[in-house]
């Protein structure tokens, strides 16, 4: 028996939303290695298909990403001609990302991603609903986990 209920792993919610993002990004990994990219460039890519032009700390802010593990994974995707990387005119702090037209394809190949990886599974296993269900409470959890790290941060 254990003295400490609170430290078994089935007790946990970190291990199950760790293992599942383990097994869902190794997924994704056979179609990433078509395109010759990672999981985490895949994911500054979907943030600049959505929204083009983005300064390094906005894309930061969106992916939860601190600007050190940023920058170096920017830094090689503008090596592999992706997206490039300018000081803003109006403020030479701020560095802008932008897609170069080899960026903007992928979006054309990886849009097929989430269909395969659909079809890959057997659906029948998952409830859709409670998929969703579950994305949405997942996003609760990263909104009131960020406003408490903001708050740490600004103390």
Known sequence: ???YEQLKL???ICFPVYAASRLII???QPYLDKLGITYPQYLVLMTLWEQDGLT???????LILKTNT???LLKRMEVMGLLTR????QDERKVIVKLTSKGKFMMEEAAEIPEKLVADTDISLINIEELIDLKNKLYQVIEVLSKKQTLHANN
Do not use: D, H
């Open 1 to 3: 028996m254990m003295k």
């Open 70 to 72: 940023l920058t170096p």
């Open 26 to 28: 190794r997924e994704y």
């Open 56 to 62: 390094v700390n906005e894309i930061g802010s969106k």
């Open 86 to 89: 300018q000081k803003a005119i």
């Open 10 to 12: 089935s007790n946990q």
